[in-house]
């Protein structure tokens, strides 16, 4: 069956850095894209970074642009989010999932705060 392992999360300062980590099984993977999503507290959940199969097309929420890196590593099944000069209203739940959302991770807490 489909599995979705996202880890990395955890606190820190605003202007930090974090990388989190999705790992894959239960699937091709490298037949996939990969979407990042969050979840603030009382908000929807809102698509952060979607990554293609190959990685030739990557598109990002505009509150992310420039300070979020989404990649991936076919080899390793595992898609990234690097996450650099992060605010407070970065703080969320955040999830990978296969696809658009066809399989979704237990997510990981990301807390940006002093």
């Known amino acids: 069956q489909v599995q979705l392992v996202e880890s990395g999360g955890g606190l820190v300062q605003p202007g930090g850095s974090l990388r989190l980590s999705c790992v894959a099984s239960?699937?091709?993977?490298?037949?996939?894209?990969m979407t990042w999503y969050r979840q603030a507290p009382g908000k929807e959940r809102e698509l952060v970074a979607t990554?293609?199969?190959?990685?030739?097309?990557?598109n990002y929420a505009d509150s992310v642009k420039g300070r979020f890196t989404i990649s991936r590593d076919n080899g390793k099944n595992t898609v990234y989010l690097q996450m650099n000069s992060l605010k407070p209203e970065d703080t969320a739940v955040y999830y990978c999932?296969?696809?658009?959302?066809?399989?979704w991770g237990q997510g990981t807490q990301v807390t940006v705060s002093s």
């Open positions: 239960g699937f091709t993977f490298s037949n996939y894209r």
């Open positions: 990554i293609t199969s190959a990685g030739g097309v990557i």
């Open positions: 999932a296969m696809n658009w959302g066809g399989a």
